[in-house]
């Protein structure tokens, strides 16, 4: 009796212990210095970790790319995840309008705009039959501008003839409305078709470059601030509503504690990424107010996308001037 009752206490106790460790898959190499995400995690593991949870960081791609990231989630089978938008998109398109470009003037007015509109909660009352959490939205980094291998740009007409990776459909609006052309490629096949010219560039945050090590076939910036580039946290739905009371307001916390991190790290960087890229070898085009116009009026196309219906993109344009 005596040896049941220890394997049963054994047993129980390397459950609880299971229970207890939050994974976290990372969309990032964990760098501090160049991934807003990852200041994001590093301080809610240090939330967590202080609050007597075990915390555990999975590599970028060691659980699958991010079909197989959400299905995890939405199994339970992975706590946390840094989740491209489209994740959410997938369930509730009401989410692109944080990827309408020029919605924002910066991530400070993106969350004013986001509690102005409750806009957490009613997504995640959309994806509740997912077994998934809308946790925070993370900018990766200061706002997005168009980097290239060869051509510097300035204004639409330098992208004439130029094809671009794009995120989807209405980024595809997007670049044909500049005069250019788009296609959507997986994040993972970037670097290559980037070095075999099957796309001459991308649109995405100016520490992207350094933070995945393409400085040496990514020549160009243009510091055009066209959307802020976003990574999704969620959680498993299981396992935030199965936390005990205390557990769960430590987790809530750790929260608030990643997106101060989060952007106390981006409104430093703002100052620096660009010469950050120039120390690197990228040359960088600073744009005027004026030079950016032309790209903002141009983008409003996609405005009219399929990716959205009109009174949602009609309800962010309206919180976006509400806040502004």
Do not use: C
Not at 294 to 299: A, G, I, N, P
């Amino acid at each position: 009796m005596k040896l049941t009752t220890l394997t049963l206490a054994t047993l129980l106790a390397a459950a609880t212990t299971a229970q207890a460790e939050v994974k976290i898959a990372l969309d990032t190499a964990p760098d501090l210095a160049t991934s807003g995400s990852y200041n994001w995690v590093s301080a809610f593991e240090a939330s967590l970790t202080a609050a007597g949870m075990d915390v555990r960081e999975l590599p970028r791609g060691a659980v699958g790319a991010e079909a197989e990231v959400f299905d995890q989630i939405t199994t339970g089978l992975l706590e946390v995840s840094l989740s491209d938008v489209r994740s959410v998109a997938q369930v509730d398109p009401f989410i692109y309008g944080v990827r309408l470009p020029y919605i924002f003037d910066d991530a400070a007015h993106m969350d004013r705009a986001l509690a102005a509109g409750d806009v957490f909660a009613r997504i995640n009352e959309a994806i509740a039959g997912q077994e998934v959490i809308l946790a925070a939205l993370v900018p990766l980094g200061p706002s997005s501008g168009i980097i290239t291998t060869d051509q510097a740009v300035r204004s639409p007409a330098d992208m004439s003839g130029l094809r671009m990776r794009a995120l989807d459909d209405a980024q595809i609006a997007m670049y044909q409305a500049w005069g250019s052309s788009g296609t959507i490629v997986p994040w993972g096949e970037v670097p290559t078709g980037l070095q075999t010219g099957v796309i001459d560039g991308y649109l995405n945050s100016p520490t992207v470059p350094i933070m995945f090590g393409q400085t040496d076939f990514v020549h160009n910036f243009s510091d055009a601030g066209v959307i802020i580039p976003l990574r999704a946290v969620l959680f498993s739905q299981a396992w935030y509503n199965d936390l005990s009371d205390a557990d769960r307001a430590a987790v809530d916390a750790a929260v608030e504690a990643g997106n101060a991190a989060n952007r106390a790290w981006l409104a430093g960087m703002t100052d620096t990424a660009l010469t950050d890229l120039e120390a690197a070898g990228v040359t960088v085009q600073r744009l005027s107010p004026e030079e950016r116009a032309v790209f903002r009026d141009l983008s409003a196309t996609t405005y009219q996308s399929d990716l959205m219906a009109a009174d949602a993109v009609a309800r962010w344009v309206d919180l976006a001037a509400q806040t502004r």
